[in-house]
Protein backbone atom coordinates (compact mmCIF):
# COMPACT_ATOMS: atom_id res chain seq x y z
CA UNK A 1 0.00 0.00 0.00
CA UNK A 2 3.06 2.34 1.03
CA UNK A 3 4.65 2.03 -2.45
CA UNK A 4 1.34 2.63 -4.72
CA UNK A 5 1.16 5.83 -2.41
CA UNK A 6 4.35 6.61 -3.45
CA UNK A 7 4.08 5.93 -6.27
CA UNK A 8 1.07 8.11 -7.27
CA UNK A 9 2.81 10.92 -5.72
CA UNK A 10 6.08 10.59 -7.63
CA UNK A 11 3.31 10.70 -10.84
CA UNK A 12 1.75 13.90 -9.48
CA UNK A 13 5.15 15.22 -8.85
CA UNK A 14 6.43 14.70 -12.40
CA UNK A 15 3.41 15.79 -13.88
CA UNK A 16 3.39 19.29 -11.93
CA UNK A 17 7.12 19.43 -12.92
CA UNK A 18 5.81 19.53 -16.75
CA UNK A 19 3.75 21.99 -16.32
CA UNK A 20 6.03 24.78 -14.94
CA UNK A 21 5.98 27.78 -17.18
CA UNK A 22 9.86 27.66 -18.76
CA UNK A 23 12.16 30.72 -18.52
CA UNK A 24 14.35 32.37 -20.78
CA UNK A 25 17.53 30.82 -19.43
CA UNK A 26 19.33 28.27 -20.24
CA UNK A 27 22.28 27.29 -23.10
CA UNK A 28 22.52 29.56 -26.38
CA UNK A 29 20.52 28.60 -29.18
CA UNK A 30 22.81 27.44 -31.95
CA UNK A 31 22.53 29.16 -35.02
CA UNK A 32 22.44 26.49 -38.07
CA UNK A 33 24.17 28.01 -41.08
CA UNK A 34 24.67 26.40 -44.56
CA UNK A 35 28.28 25.84 -45.63
CA UNK A 36 27.39 27.98 -48.73
CA UNK A 37 26.38 30.60 -46.90
CA UNK A 38 28.87 31.16 -43.84
CA UNK A 39 29.34 34.87 -42.60
CA UNK A 40 32.57 35.75 -40.35
CA UNK A 41 31.98 37.91 -37.48
CA UNK A 42 35.31 39.49 -38.09
CA UNK A 43 35.69 42.16 -40.66
CA UNK A 44 37.25 41.42 -44.20
CA UNK A 45 39.11 44.18 -44.17
CA UNK A 46 43.20 43.74 -43.40
CA UNK A 47 44.66 45.98 -40.04
CA UNK A 48 46.12 49.10 -41.37
CA UNK A 49 46.41 51.88 -38.19
CA UNK A 50 49.16 54.55 -36.90
CA UNK A 51 49.06 55.70 -33.60
CA UNK A 52 51.28 57.72 -31.51
CA UNK A 53 51.06 59.06 -27.83
CA UNK A 54 53.30 61.40 -25.15
CA UNK A 55 53.55 61.79 -21.49
CA UNK A 56 54.98 64.59 -19.47
CA UNK A 57 54.31 64.65 -15.91
CA UNK A 58 56.72 67.34 -14.26
CA UNK A 59 55.64 66.39 -10.86
CA UNK A 60 56.44 62.96 -10.64
CA UNK A 61 59.17 63.16 -14.14
CA UNK A 62 57.11 60.77 -15.76
CA UNK A 63 58.17 60.43 -19.28
CA UNK A 64 56.68 58.16 -21.63
CA UNK A 65 56.37 58.19 -25.65
CA UNK A 66 54.83 55.66 -28.16
CA UNK A 67 54.44 54.42 -31.77
CA UNK A 68 53.33 52.32 -34.21
CA UNK A 69 52.59 51.57 -37.57
CA UNK A 70 50.91 48.24 -38.99
CA UNK A 71 49.89 47.41 -42.46
CA UNK A 72 48.20 43.93 -42.44
CA UNK A 73 51.17 41.38 -41.19
CA UNK A 74 53.95 44.01 -40.52
CA UNK A 75 54.16 46.16 -37.59
CA UNK A 76 56.76 48.62 -36.55
CA UNK A 77 57.36 50.89 -33.54
CA UNK A 78 58.87 52.09 -30.47
CA UNK A 79 58.33 52.92 -27.04
CA UNK A 80 60.52 55.17 -24.34
CA UNK A 81 59.85 54.80 -20.45
CA UNK A 82 61.94 56.97 -18.24
CA UNK A 83 63.20 54.84 -15.62
CA UNK A 84 63.31 55.09 -11.53
CA UNK A 85 67.29 54.74 -11.50
CA UNK A 86 67.34 58.16 -14.12
CA UNK A 87 67.53 55.91 -17.16
CA UNK A 88 65.64 56.51 -20.23
CA UNK A 89 64.84 52.79 -22.14
CA UNK A 90 64.08 52.50 -25.28
CA UNK A 91 62.80 49.88 -27.26
CA UNK A 92 62.14 49.48 -31.01
CA UNK A 93 60.29 46.47 -32.83
CA UNK A 94 58.90 44.99 -35.46
CA UNK A 95 57.26 42.08 -36.44
CA UNK A 96 57.17 41.17 -40.22
CA UNK A 97 54.60 38.27 -40.69
CA UNK A 98 55.12 35.27 -38.74
CA UNK A 99 58.62 36.06 -37.56
CA UNK A 100 57.58 36.92 -34.24
CA UNK A 101 58.26 39.71 -32.18
CA UNK A 102 61.82 41.16 -32.88
CA UNK A 103 63.42 44.38 -30.35
CA UNK A 104 65.99 45.80 -29.65
CA UNK A 105 66.28 47.79 -26.46
CA UNK A 106 68.98 50.83 -25.23
CA UNK A 107 69.71 52.74 -22.74
CA UNK A 108 70.49 56.60 -22.26
CA UNK A 109 71.92 57.99 -19.11
CA UNK A 110 73.33 56.24 -16.08
CA UNK A 111 71.75 54.38 -12.95
CA UNK A 112 71.58 56.76 -9.66
CA UNK A 113 70.56 55.65 -6.77
CA UNK A 114 70.48 58.42 -4.26
CA UNK A 115 69.53 56.45 -1.17
CA UNK A 116 73.24 54.48 -1.74
CA UNK A 117 76.20 55.53 -0.21
CA UNK A 118 79.09 53.58 -0.81
CA UNK A 119 81.21 54.83 1.63
CA UNK A 120 79.12 53.71 4.15
CA UNK A 121 79.91 50.48 5.69
CA UNK A 122 77.77 47.94 7.30
CA UNK A 123 76.72 47.48 11.11
CA UNK A 124 74.28 45.52 12.37
CA UNK A 125 71.41 47.36 14.38
CA UNK A 126 72.07 47.63 18.02
CA UNK A 127 69.01 46.40 19.46
CA UNK A 128 67.12 48.48 22.58
CA UNK A 129 65.38 47.22 25.39
CA UNK A 130 63.27 49.08 27.72
CA UNK A 131 61.46 47.78 31.01
CA UNK A 132 57.94 47.44 31.00
CA UNK A 133 55.69 50.12 32.32
CA UNK A 134 53.48 48.50 35.34
CA UNK A 135 50.22 51.00 35.54
CA UNK A 136 50.15 52.87 39.18
CA UNK A 137 47.69 52.07 41.69
CA UNK A 138 45.45 55.49 41.98
CA UNK A 139 43.97 56.52 45.05
CA UNK A 140 41.24 58.64 46.62
CA UNK A 141 39.83 60.01 49.16
CA UNK A 142 37.65 57.55 51.06
CA UNK A 143 33.99 58.69 51.54
Same mark, same amino acid.
Given at each position: ??????????????????????????????????????????????? @?? +????? *??? $? %????????? /???????????????????? @?? +????? *??? $? %????????? /????????????????????????????????????
Amino acid at each position: MNSKIIFVLALVAVAAADKRPSTSYGPPQAQRRSFNSFESDESSEPA @RY +TFEFD *VED $D %STGASFEHQ /EARDVDNTQGSYTVQLPDGR @RQ +TVKYY *VNG $D %SGYVAEVTY /EGEARYPDSDESREYSAPRPSYSAPRAPRPTYGVPQ
